[in-house]
Structure formats: C-alpha cells, structure tokens
C-alpha cells in the first residue's frame, strides 16, 4: 500500500493566463518552494477573491450558502485536500467532520478552495499532484503557440511570487 503524501498550500493569488485568458489560482505551499497553477472558471475565480479581499454581499453567495449550511449542521470542515490530477483535471475532495464521523464529499478543487477559505480550513495537495502538474498542458494546445509562447508562459508561472497579485475586480 502507498502511502499518500499531503504538502499543505496556501492560496498565494489569482492571476490570469496570458495567452488563454482563463483565471488561475496559484497555490504555494507554506514555505513558499513549491506552487501549483489550477486553471478555474471565471464564477470560481470571484468567489476566491471575494473571500481574498473580504467583499462581503448583502445576501449570501453559493460558497457562502455551502459554508453557512455545513455550519447550521453543527459539521466542520477538517480540511480540503487536492488528490489526483487526471487528463488535465484536477480532484479534490472536501473532508467533513460530523458528529464524530468523517465524511469525504469530491468537489471540484477551485469549489473546495472556496470553500476552505469560508470556513478557515488548510488546503492539501498531494505530492504526487504537485509532480504531475508540472508536466501537463492546461488546455493549451502546443500546435495553437509556439515554442517562444510556451517557455513565456512556463517562465512567467515560475516567476510568480506572492507580490504579483494585486485587488482583483471579476
């Protein structure tokens, strides 16, 4: 049996990638070594940096709904961990505690991020995740940029630092 080994990351900040224009959420972990892009959908993206920025709304938004749910049950959300990445996707599961009993739900990862965020959980990546995404092709077909495009883009993701990310308006 394998044992599973889980770094914990913290988010380090949205950006947006440069030649598809999709949001990105930047995980590093705790001493700032390692880091993860996750290529996430706009609406997750807004929910991210809400929560980032504390931009509080009238009534609540989805994330904040979810949260406000898993509190009235009296659960707790122990932690997210990132498990595998598979095809170019991501998967992460949301571990909840609740009356005693730990209970996994799968969510998709830029969801689960929300959430912990909310509720003031670690988020785990998996080290064997944190491997594999450094060899994959988010989306970018390597037929659609050239080779100049692609070391940019490669060398504009390992330049990221934690002062690069500035107040974000989705």
């Given at each position: 049996m394998q044992t599973r080994n889980f770094i914990e990351m913290k988010v380090s900040g949205l950006t947006v990638d440069p030649i598809t224009n999709t949001p990105i959420v930047i995980l590093k972990d705790l001493e700032g070594k390692r880091a993860i892009p996750i290529w996430i959908g706009i609406f997750e993206a807004s929910a991210i940096v809400t929560e980032l920025e504390n931009i509080k709304f009238p009534r609540p938004m989805t994330h904040d709904l979810l949260a406000g749910i898993i509190k009235a049950l009296k659960a707790e959300v122990v932690r997210v961990e990132i498990h595998d990445l598979r095809d170019n996707t991501f998967f992460a599961n949301i571990q909840l505690l609740y009356e005693g009993e730990t209970i996994v739900v799968d969510?998709?990862?830029?969801?689960?991020?929300?959430?912990?965020?909310?509720?003031?959980?670690?988020?785990?990546?998996?080290?064997?995740?944190?491997?594999?995404?450094r060899k994959v092709d988010f989306g970018v077909k390597l037929s659609d940029i050239n080779q100049m495009e692609k070391e940019k883009l490669v060398e504009f993701l390992d330049?990221?630092?934690p002062d690069a990310f500035g107040k974000y308006k989705m």
């Open positions: 969510a998709r990862p830029s969801d689960a991020i929300a959430v912990a965020l909310r509720v003031g959980a670690a988020v785990f990546v998996e080290q064997k995740v944190i491997e594999k995404s330049n990221l630092s």
